[in-house]
């Protein structure tokens, strides 16, 4: 569009700003205008424009060119004034999780996770974040993030191969290497993103002109390219009209607020931060959810460059796993399986010496002696109990995963077990369990036994030692034992070999009839 034709249509939009109203605007008046400007005028309509949050305008033609003349006040307007309240609403709520509005989210999960941020203080929402994103940002999205998406961006086409070691680091075990070799990552996108005149400027304003100039892109877009009134292009009026534009936004403050924020003035949960890992001012940013939000993070920027450049490689769509993602996310499914055998044998391993395997910045070992805690409680607690007799009641683990208790009943009588992780617990743990416990088992072997546990009256010694008392009006259910089970498994065997035996006759004494 020549900057003649933009100035006569400047000029048209002032004359408009000096009406009564722009809802009294009609296609005769602007249409009018247009020709005493002494402009071809070769097309007129009134229709609604807007990708998202639709205004009424007037669009005037005028050769190749076309002019959008809103209806509606860019300030004031009562839709536009609603539309605002909820997007700042929603971008304080984003905020308060230290994230932005997702890309490749569907709406539904994306109002899900609003609804239970928005009654929840900051760190609540932190962890309600966190449990939705874990069905969200799943290894195949992750996989297709660094196979399909990043490719697609100059900035990080060269960056793919250390996303994908990364990746696949981090589900073998080494969680702190992975996230640390992504943090760096997003400057480095940042400053190729932007234009070589820009280089020598401070990182905030490299993030400023890049994510202004995506923006600008979306705003064109939102009015299908044709020329409008400058107020109605801004950030300021498109936040709450346009879903690419609030999008956009709300990475640059999540940047801004969170990720490059001063080390100093960083107040957040995540600890995703750039200064606090250059400077080692603090570790926690080695949080295992921290990695699927460097993985998103990228992604985003791969895509707010092709709005940038204005070539749209990346689509807003997200895309179908290709067979590229497909083995990416096989091999991370292979060496996280690896990973979890590995695990098993540490655990192994230095419960033999009687200690818990060394806290890791990324692992505690929590989860894993969770989950075996909650194997051997059913199996060396719960049907022990159940065959002799008694109902049982499952406690959850203590916060550390050290032990869990069982509630057994039968009738009044009610008795309270508590299964350790292993022998060698701190002796206040034996103490605590002991004034509400009739017995203290632990997983494994005994390991110096006496000294853990030294003052304990109660019964303490190995989970696969301890045969349950039988209730006083209660019968032992023998069948339900072990060796009656591998009896009753071993008389159907005899018995199909029995069968097989006289199949086996029969068809013999047949062969013999038919050679007679």
Not at 163 to 173: D, K, Q
Not at 413 to 431: F, P
């Amino acid at each position: 569009m020549t900057s003649n034709i933009s100035e006569h249509f400047q000029g048209i939009w002032r004359r408009a700003l000096n009406a009564p109203s722009l809802a009294a605007l009609t296609p005769e008046l602007i249409e009018n205008w247009a020709r005493e400007r002494g402009l071809v005028v070769t097309g007129i309509e009134e229709r609604e424009v807007g990708a998202f949050a639709k205004i009424p305008a007037i669009i005037l033609t005028v050769g190749d060119a076309k002019a959008c003349f809103p209806k509606s006040s860019a300030e004031g307007d009562p839709n536009w004034s609603s539309r605002r309240a909820l997007a700042d609403a929603d971008a304080a709520l984003w905020e308060k999780m230290e994230w932005f509005s997702p890309l490749w989210i569907s709406k539904r999960d994306v109002a899900k996770i609003l609804a239970t941020a928005r009654h929840s203080s900051r760190q609540q929402a932190l962890q309600w974040f966190h449990y939705h994103t874990s069905t969200l940002y799943t290894l195949p999205f992750q996989a297709i993030c660094i196979a399909q998406i990043l490719p697609q961006a100059r900035s990080l086409s060269e960056l793919c191969p250390l996303a994908r070691e990364a990746y696949l680091a981090f589900y073998n075990g080494y969680r702190a290497s992975s996230i640390a070799a992504l943090i760096p990552a997003i400057e480095g996108s940042l400053s190729r993103i932007a234009s070589p005149s820009e280089q020598d400027v401070s990182i905030p304003t490299k993030v400023d002109r890049v994510v202004d100039r995506a923006i600008a892109t979306a705003a064109k877009l939102h009015f299908e390219k044709m020329w409008v009134p400058a107020d109605y292009l801004s950030r300021d009026y498109l936040f709450g009209q346009d879903e690419r534009v609030f999008a956009f936004e709300t990475f640059r403050r999540w940047l801004h607020n969170s990720f490059f924020r001063k080390t100093d003035e960083y107040d957040g949960g995540t600890w995703l931060n750039r200064h606090m890992f250059a400077h080692g001012t603090h570790s926690l940013w080695q949080q295992s959810s921290n990695f699927e939000r460097l993985v998103v993070v990228l992604a985003t920027l791969a895509l707010i460059e092709s709005w940038h450049d204005d070539t749209h490689n990346v689509s807003l769509i997200f895309p179908m796993m290709d067979e590229d993602s497909k083995l990416l996310w096989q091999q991370a499914l292979a060496r996280g399986f690896g990973q979890m055998g590995l695990k098993r044998r540490e655990q192994r391993r230095f419960q033999k010496h009687g200690r818990l395997v060394p806290v890791m910045p990324t692992d505690d070992g929590g989860l894993l002696r969770r989950a075996l805690l909650a194997d051997d409680c059913i199996n060396e607690l719960v049907r022990p109990l159940r065959d002799a007799g008694w109902s049982v009641e499952v406690g959850e683990p203590d916060e550390k995963s050290l032990y869990v208790t069982v509630v057994a009943s039968a009738g009044d009588e009610r008795m309270t077990i508590a299964l350790l992780s292993g022998c060698a617990t701190d002796n206040a743990v034996y103490r605590k369990l002991a004034e509400t416990c009739a017995a203290i088992l632990y997983r494994g072997a005994p390991y110096n036994q006496q000294q853990f546990a030294h003052g304990i009256d109660v019964h303490v010694g190995p989970a696969a030692a301890w045969l349950p008392p039988v209730p006083r009006n209660g019968k032992r259910r023998f069948r339900s034992y072990p060796i009656w089970r591998r009896l009753q498994r071993l008389r159907g065997r005899v018995a199909f070999a029995a069968r097989a035996i006289k199949y086996d006759i029969r068809r013999r004494r047949q062969r013999s009839a038919q050679q007679l």
